[in-house]
């Protein structure tokens, strides 16, 4: 059973829904930022964890319950979303739709399928509830210390979401890592793109390496010092500077390159 009372009503910025590695790190960095946070997850034990582990990153309402997760957010309410791709976010959309009210703005941060959040905005929206597909960049770390948000749906939904999004966002130059991109499921079209990139521009590391590898007869240290200088300049990118993080470590039993 849970170690926590209910949560007071109409108390929350905002909600997180999904206490799984990357849900419980956006609200900790909500929470960080000084957003009061309600906390929810379907077995209770997670949002416990949270609770136990973390408290004092900020100012959490956690709730056993979906009817008390809502209860606790302030009006108009905004619940993210951080579960599952496909069913087990249609199903946690569908009871959060039942418990709120026209306005209220329900975000799905996870990684959905665009036409899945067109889907889920349409319909939401004959209901009169904004359904946001944001994308969200930057792994775990990311999450608690500044995510890329790409958020999608209404102008309007944006102008409540926008504040909060752009202060926990990473910044460059000052600027946050956040915009609206557009309507209905553009967020996560968006990072869909991004994800493509990124896996082209895997495939052009690791072609690199075997090439230098099997090629130049390279080995891996050295190949590591050729990506390190690489990182120096134009090609400076967190996946050049982690390939060459990882060429450049050794495994502590053999002794030999991690990746041999």
């Not at 067109?118 to 995510?147: D, I, M, Q, T």
């Amino acid at each position: 059973m849970a170690s926590f009372a209910p949560s007071p009503a109409d108390v929350a910025d905002i909600g997180v829904t999904g206490m799984a590695v990357m849900g419980s790190n956006l609200a900790r960095n909500l929470a960080r930022n000084g957003f009061k946070v309600a906390i929810h997850n379907r077995s209770v034990g997670k949002t416990e964890t949270v609770m136990d582990n973390y408290a004092s990153d900020g100012e959490f309402y956690p709730s056993e319950s979906t009817a008390d997760f809502v209860a606790s957010l302030q009006k108009p309410r905004v619940a993210i979303i951080m579960v599952k791709a496909g069913g087990p976010t249609d199903a946690v959309i569908d009871e959060l739709a039942g418990l709120m009210d026209s306005g209220d703005i329900i975000v799905d941060a996870g990684n959905a399928l665009f036409t899945d959040t067109r889907r889920r905005e349409a319909a939401l929206r004959e209901k009169g509830l904004h359904f946001v597909g944001a994308g969200v960049s930057g792994g775990e770390e990311g999450a608690l210390n500044g995510p890329s948000i790409m958020p999608g749906g209404t102008k309007e939904s944006y102008d409540r979401l926008g504040p909060m999004f752009e202060k926990i966002s990473a910044h460059v130059d000052g600027v946050p890592c956040c915009t609206h991109v557009g309507a209905d499921g553009a967020g996560h079209f968006v990072k869909m793109v991004h994800n493509g990139i990124e896996y082209a521009d895997m495939q052009v590391i690791s072609e690199a390496y075997d090439l230098m590898s099997k090629a130049l007869g390279m080995g891996a240290s050295e190949i590591g010092d050729v990506f390190a200088e690489w990182n120096k300049g134009d090609l400076e990118s967190f996946l050049i500077e982690i390939t060459a993080e990882v060429l450049h470590h050794t495994d502590s039993t053999t002794g030999k390159p991690f990746v041999d």
